[in-house]
């Protein structure tokens, strides 16, 4: 048998321990990485419908009949609601009682209170649209240093120059557009016109046109940083244009940058081939 030096053999144990440290973190960073393509999967590809009436008859019969019986539900009293946010703005609205209600129907006492009874119910409010009016000074020179100077204080910083509307106003159209799909007619036709706002279609999408252009500074920063990190989920779909009617064989691209064990940052794009991307 060879002899090896205590020194070497030192130095295979500490290489070994090494090895087997960065083993289990490769193992938990692909654990990781599996976790995060199939959440992403299921959000790009997952059933987003509810199950049929078929699915839920087999889902039934696949479960084993139980042969303890049912206990009866217990009545705690109560609906089981839960409470409103304490986030929701509160208004408070008093109910009194009538002169009548509050002394004796025979004696004609007064009652004496003990508290209120409070109940919370939700209200909706509609969309409420005000108008801004920015009144600017406006001064004269009285001297004649720069001849008849006349001085109008600036209008505030708007995404949309010399535009009509707020960038709250115009936030506002975008999230109803893109995260809660109502198409732009839409707003214009109902929400716009039933607050007596006659704005023209033509008019809001000339200002997405124009917060996309502002934004493009944003997404080709936030581009950069994700490909300085790994690329993911590259799949093959149809899209819609305007010249055609569809175009195959596109390819989606999703960049996803990763920080402290969240994702914090993610960005789409569209090709036609990989050379676009």
Known sequence: MEYVPKHLYDELLVENAQLKKCLAEQDQRIAELEALVAKLTKMLFGQKSEKSKKGKEKESESKPPSG???????????????????EIPRRDVRVPLSPDECR?????????????????????????????????????????CHGTKIVIAEMPIRNIDKGMVTTEFIAAVLMNKYCDHLPIHRQVSRLFKSSKVEIAESSVCRWRDQIADQLKLVFDLMKSRIKQSYSINTVR???????????????????????YQTISQATYQVATDRGGV
């Open 104 to 144: 004796c129907s025979l004696c004609g006492a007064e009652y004496e209170s003990m508290g209120v009874e409070v109940t919370e119910v939700l209200h909706y409010i509609p969309m409420v649209l005000e108008v801004l009016r920015f009144i600017r000074e406006r001064m004269k020179a009285t001297c004649t």
């Open 68 to 86: 303890e019986p049912k206990l009866p539900r217990k009545n705690n009293g109560g609906g089981g609601r839960k409470p409103f946010s304490p």
């Open 237 to 259: 779909l149809k899209y819609a244009t305007q010249n055609t009617k569809w175009v195959a064989d596109a390819l989606i691209t999703m960049f996803v940058l990763k920080l």
